[in-house]
Nanobody
Framework: QVQVVESGGGLVQAGGSLRLSCVAS????????MGWYRQAPGKQRELVAT???????NYADFVKGRFTISRDNAKNMVYLQMSNLESEDTAVYYC??????????WGQGTQVTVSS
């Protein structure tokens, strides 16, 4: 059984910062990409950032240099450092972990609320 657990969400004022963490545990092997997605009320889930096992990083355009994704392969963890947060960043943030080629696991999500 595989568990993906996010943490670090919360309420922050516009312009503030938050750091999200995600850990994958259980019977998970050959982790490839790890990433963050988000879903705002009434909107579809969208990509925020991903980092491949080799280190290649992909950001959504709206990140605009405000977010930084990183991972710790030894701990099966991925992080998202978010700075200069805007009210439009309010969403549930989900961690996604790719195992092998065809298996993807999601966490339960962590709420990020940015007050203006």
């Amino acid at each position: 059984q595989v568990q993906v657990v996010e943490s670090g969400g919360g309420l922050v004022q516009a312009g503030g910062s938050l750091r999200l963490s995600c850990v994958a545990s259980g019977s998970i092997f050959n982790i490839n990409a790890m990433g963050w997605y988000r879903q705002a009320p009434g909107k579809q889930r969208e990509l925020v950032a991903t980092v491949a096992s080799g280190g290649r990083i992909n950001y959504a355009d709206f990140v605009k240099g405000r977010f930084t994704i990183s991972r710790d392969n030894a701990k099966n963890m991925v992080y998202l450092q978010m700075s200069n947060l805007e009210s439009e960043d309010t969403a549930v943030y989900y961690c996604n972990v790719q195992s092998g080629i065809f298996k993807f696991y999601w966490g339960q999500g962590t709420q990020v609320t940015v007050s203006s």
